[in-house]
């Protein structure tokens, strides 16, 4: 499983896919809300942790397709599915990895972005709270879209739009419990909410991963 | 009584739904026209909202059904996990477009109806909002299986996707309710039903639920023997290219 | 034909736009069915005939 | 150690392609796989090494007896040759990747990002990863393609000391793999002619009846 | 060149990537949108046309790396560069699939989704004929960052980095006169910058586009 | 017509494989290319097709009249055989698609989906392209991989064929194609040895000098 893990970790960072470019993409989606909603900065500011969750929601969900496909193409998947190890720990290990490559880079960035869409300064805490929170499960959920995507050639659309309905609780906790700390609002509710799901999800979603991976590699 | 197990063979289905097909679809298409003729030419116009009241009978059978059909499919969904019965996964992949539709009537009913009742077309009410996510549901359950070549494989992956996706429809009802209270009546099918919804507009409604539901009946059947048949004649012919 | 008062026009649309939906959604499932049935027939005939 | 087939179905999308193959391969011994394009080779292979399940019919080793090697490698472009190897080692909890290397006279590339490879040192680097498997059973899909008649020369010695500890070989070829030693299976006379597709054919055909 | 066209529609259609999952991500993202910024309308309203522009803009970024890498990846390319039909050809027959198949849709799709997110009734219009003019542009646009990544593997993100800063004139000039049609005011001046962009954008880039490819075919 | 490659080097990855090779080929002659792995034949044959830029030396034909076979075959697997064929001849300005599928025996798998095919069907389809491009020379790389006994007949038969209308083939192989008229050229003689590797470093070497 280690192996596993160091390997995807060495070909994000080899590849030059992992952190840079998830990162950069919610830094992209984050500058180009102002060209699109115009230059109004307390606009920015009310709207600013929604469109933060959303980037970082976005930036995961793009890279999502690099979970199994890759492995697909070249054939490692099959081989690694002989390998003496368990298909849910694959699946894990593989959220694992998405996570540490996509999801814990965002977190870091988040704040810096924020300075961008002129969040209130009380905000910063629960923003970075509820996207630590927050991203694992995303990263969860989308092993298992990409699970069930995986034999399809270019499955990425359509594993978009299997996956972001299972989003939609995550995002609403997520950005509530963001929005409310921006407003200075106690947000403990959806906060444990949020906990609640990605706890949830990281115990029960990988069988149905596993479930699905091995009905694909069949 | 024979179980109802043999009618999992598709066969045995075909030939047992050709014999009822027609009743159902007459019954659909009586009690279906009849109560809409009912609640459209014969019933007065609501004292607060007007004429609008008469959509009603196209708004609520069609979201009963929205949901009713994504049920449905669940538990044809279970079905072909537990007992791999090839009919059941086929009955929910043609119930799937069937609910989808009902979906669709469901909102753009209720979206005419809320132009004149709330003044907008479309408000983030926690009943509509889940509605739409229960459409994108739809959406990509219809989409995986057109996705994937191999029947079987279609119909385990699709109804893992079933099941992950009930728990997080409810999941998601949850949160939206958290997120905002709404507009939306309430339910009006509770058991002290006069204090909703009164008697003259009571009556045709039953008989549109029940017309819908026989439509939606009638429509599963011949829609899952289409997909028996096309599936036969894909198996059959792999097999002549065979030989 | 009732009257409909000044909501005439949504009344009307919600009928219209359901009854089309309906009627098209029904009209596709006969029409799958019916070429589906002539489909597998044709190819099951040819096989028996065949051998 | 034995590795039986017993009346063995196997299909390809839905549809059978071969029928009632049997064989038995006894510890030491290669068996090598033998027919016409499109015969259903690939779909046995895969079948044997648990990728795929069965249509009908038993396999007596179970997939965690088997390494398979198909047309494609499973090498990671951006990782160097060592490192692919590495990784396959620790994936199947082998030791050392010295043994893969020099047997496939991989040393001099060890450090060279498997992207930039020829075709046969990739196919070279793919069958490698066979040999820090440490499994019984090497499942093989022409496995000397693209390969020069000095790299055959290896695949076979390769063979040769699997099977000389035991192991067991199971390929499928085209061309002559240097191995006169292996019995030869022709899998044309097994072409599928029943008429049960899948299970949901059957269901169909079990009320026709 | 009306086979590749035809072809490209075909194997758009068939793989089920085409029409369908472009716009269901539009959809999505639209619907995400409030989840993020909460359930109040007037915000909606007031956002409402930045965000349909933002959408349609990342529907055509995400299915960018479909114009070439499949073909790249299967060696059509490779075959298609050595056919009799000059390059600055095939990238505008690639850009045209790409719009007929994501850009056009999107156009027929705003009005609806527009609905979604409560745009004042006076701003359908100019939403909508900017998408018509701008969406040209996005997929000539993108074409040439497809043609730059192709060689990549998974170049998919990379792409999105080097559009996206491309993307911005478009996206200022056509988020400009959809909100402005919103508003009420005259939405002329960037209405005709938006074509002029669009104009100039299909008269040279793919020049550009093919240069490029023809370097990353080498 | 003729091809002729007076003095070719070839580079990949910025690192020279071959120096120095020169060739004739005559309409209606067959050229193949033999080497270890490694050696640089891809390469080779890459340049010749015009594919990537020689690093000295000349080709005598441009890319206009060269067909292109390599590893990869551009099939698209949800299009049906007779739909990828078609698409190419339309691409190259040809008529039909007839002669090429009689000639690789695609007939009765014209209308299955080019996915389903088994790695030697493929093979064929790929190598039926060539006739539809009308091209005179055929440039392929290890063309008869996957392919069974009867299909590299067919094959050799396509070639002949194709000889036999003025056309040229340039092919690399490390097995028997049986084409024992075609002429053999061993490119390992040619490996490169000089330090040049591109202008970048002639610059550098010219200043250091
Ligand atoms: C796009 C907008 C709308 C959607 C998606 C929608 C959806 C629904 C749903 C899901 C139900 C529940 C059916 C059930 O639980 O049995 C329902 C019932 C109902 N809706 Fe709507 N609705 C919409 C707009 C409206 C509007 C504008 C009105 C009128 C003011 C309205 C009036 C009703 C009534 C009276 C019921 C029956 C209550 C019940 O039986 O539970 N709806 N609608
Ligand atoms: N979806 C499908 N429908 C019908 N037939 C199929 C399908 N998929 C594969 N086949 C057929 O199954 C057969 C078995 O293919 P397989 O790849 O096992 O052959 P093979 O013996 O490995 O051939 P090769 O020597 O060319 O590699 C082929 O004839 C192939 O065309
Ligand atoms: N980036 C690179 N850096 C250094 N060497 C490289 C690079 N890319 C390729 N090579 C080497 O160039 C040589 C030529 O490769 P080529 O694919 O042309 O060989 P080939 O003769 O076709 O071999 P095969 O018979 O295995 O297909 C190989 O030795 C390869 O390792
Ligand atoms: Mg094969
Ligand atoms: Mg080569």
């Given at each position: ?218 | ?243 | ?51 | ?68 090697a198909?047309h494609a490698d499973?090498i ?28 496939f006279?991989l ?7 498997a992207?930039?490879l020829s075709a046969g040192q990739k196919r070279r680097l793919g069958l490698a990863r066979m ?9 093989m899909?022409e496995p000397t393609v693209s390969l020069d008649?000095?790299a055959v020369?290896l695949f ?54």
């Open positions: 499983m280690i192996a596993l893990l160091s390997r995807d970790l060495a070909l994000a960072v080899r590849a030059g896919g992992g952190f840079g470019l998830g990162l950069a993409f919610f830094l992209i989606v984050v500058v180009l809300v102002p060209f699109g909603v115009g230059p109004d900065e307390a606009l920015h500011a009310r709207i600013a942790s929604g469109i933060l969750w959303l980037g970082a929601l976005l930036a995961c969900l793009l890279s999502l397709d690099r979970i199994f496909a890759l492995d697909f193409e070249d054939g490692s998947l099959d081989l690694l599915a002989t390998a003496p190890l368990p298909t849910e720990a694959l699946v894990s290990v593989k959220a694992a990895a998405h996570w540490l490559v996509t999801g814990l880079p965002l977190v870091a960035a988040a704040p810096v972005l924020a300075i961008l869409l002129n969040l209130p300064a009380m905000g910063y805490g629960a923003l970075v709270l509820s996207l630590l929170l927050g991203t694992p499960a995303l990263s969860v959920i989308g092993t298992f879209g990409a699970a069930l995507t995986v034999g399809i050639k270019r499955g990425g659309l359509l594993m978009s739009l299997l996956v972001l309905p299972l989003y939609v609780p995550t995002l609403i906790f997520g950005a509530e419990a963001a929005r409310r700390g921006a407003e200075g609002l106690d947000w403990t509710t959806p906060m444990l909410m949020l906990a609640g799901i990605t706890c949830g999800v990281i115990a029960v979603l990988p069988f149905a991963s596993a479930a699905v991976l091995r009905v694909n590699l069949r | 009584m024979a179980s109802v197990w043999e009618y999992a063979n598709p066969k045995k289905f075909i030939e047992t739904t050709d014999r009822i097909l027609p009743w159902v679809a007459g019954l659909a298409v009586v009690t279906l026209v009849g109560g809409l003729i009912w609640g459209f030419f014969f019933t007065p116009a609501d004292y607060r909202q007007g004429s609008t009241v008469k959509i009603i009978y196209l708004h609520v059978p069609s979201a009963l059904m929205a949901i009713n059909a994504w049920l449905m499919m669940l538990v044809a969904s279970l079905i072909w996990i537990v007992r791999r019965h090839h009919v059941s996964a086929l009955a929910a992949r043609a119930a799937a477009p069937v609910g989808a539709v009902m979906t669709v009537i469901a909102l753009v009913t209720g979206a005419i109806w809320g132009q004149p009742m709330w003044g907008t077309w479309w408000a983030w009410d926690p009943r509509l909002t889940s509605f739409l996510i229960l459409f994108l549901f739809y959406l990509g359950y219809i989409a995986l299986w057109q996705a994937i070549e191999n029947d079987d494989t279609a119909a385990d992956l699709t109804s893992v996707l079933c099941l992950v996706g009930s728990v997080f429809a409810v999941l998601s009802r949850y949160a939206v309710n958290f997120w905002n209270q709404g507009l939306h009546q309430g339910a009006s099918l509770s058991m002290d039903k006069e204090q909703n919804v009164a008697d003259v507009f009571w009556y045709p409604l039953i008989v549109c639920m029940a017309g819908f539901v026989l439509l939606f009946v009638a429509l599963v059947f011949l829609r899952t023997q289409t997909e028996i048949r096309a599936r036969r004649m894909r198996a059959l012919l792999a097999r002549e290219r065979l030989s | 034909m009732p009257d409909l008062g000044k909501y005439a026009t949504e009344v009307m649309a919600s009928y219209a736009v359901s009854l089309v939906l309906i009627v098209a959604l029904v009209a596709v499932s006969v029409w799958r069915a019916r070429s589906a049935k002539a489909a597998l027939d044709a190819v099951e005939a040819r096989i028996k005939r065949n051998g | 150690m034995e590795l039986i087939a017993d009346n063995l179905a196997v299909a390809r999308g839905g549809v059978r392609v071969l029928e009632g193959v049997s064989f038995r391969l006894a510890a030491g011994r290669a068996l090598i796989l033998r027919g016409p394009n499109g015969s259903g080779k690939t779909t046995l292979l895969r079948t044997v090494a648990g990728l795929q399940p069965a249509a009908a019919g038993r396999i007596s080793l179970d997939r965690e007896a088997m390494a398979y198909g499973g990671k472009a951006p990782l160097s040759v060592a490192e692919n190897l590495t990784f396959w080692a620790r994936m199947f909890g082998q030791a050392g990747i010295d043994t893969a290397l020099t047997a006279d040393r001099g590339l060890a450090d060279r990002r992207g930039t040999i820090v498997t440490g499994r019984p059973v090497w499942v899909d008649a000095s020369a076979a010695d390769a063979v040769r000391a699997h099977l000389a500890t035991g192991g067991m070989a199971l390929l499928a070829t085209h061309i002559d793999l240097g191995l006169p030693e292996a019995a030869v299976l022709d899998v044309a006379p097994y072409r599928a002619t029943a008429q049960v597709g899948d299970a949901f054919d059957a269901d169909f055909d079990e009320v026709a009846a």
